[in-house]
């Protein structure tokens, strides 16, 4: 079973960056994907950016590319989440989650993912 400890949260100015950690603890296999979530008060829960264990493939919503990058590293089988140039907006609760059945057409669907972190807190003051 995987368990997933999400850190890194805080609070940052607009403009300022931030980089969240989600250390994974258990079975990782190579076709596995971890992706971030965040959920912003009143709203539903959307994805962020899901990387496929092996590091090969990455993924990101309209709303951060060109801000946010994920990355692995799989010998401390933790993934990170760098946000750069961040906006009020992004303000909300960052979740990391992991499947063992990687789907790339649904890799920003929760319903996806069997392994959820607890959140860490992201608010970005203007």
């Known amino acids: 079973e995987v368990q997933l400890q999400a850190s890194g949260g805080g609070l940052v100015q607009a403009g300022g960056s931030l980089r969240l950690s989600c250390a994974a603890s258990?079975?990782?296999?190579?076709?596995?994907?971890i992706a971030w979530f965040r959920q912003a008060p009143g709203k539903e829960r959307e994805g962020v950016s899901g990387?496929?264990?092996?590091?090969?493939?990455?993924y990101y919503a309209d709303s951060v590319k060109g801000r946010f990058t994920i990355s692995i590293n799989s010998a401390k089988n933790t993934v990170y989440l760098q946000m750069n140039t961040l906006k009020p907006e992004d303000t909300a609760v960052y979740y990391c989650?992991?499947?063992?059945?990687?789907?790339?057409?649904?890799?920003?669907?929760?319903?996806?993912?069997?392994?959820w972190g607890q959140g860490t807190k992201v608010t970005v003051f203007s």
């Open positions: 258990g079975f990782i296999f190579d076709d596995d994907a």
């Open positions: 989650a992991a499947t063992h059945s990687w789907n790339v057409g649904r890799w920003n669907r929760p319903e996806s993912y069997g392994y």
């Open positions: 990387i496929t264990s092996g590091g090969g493939s990455t």
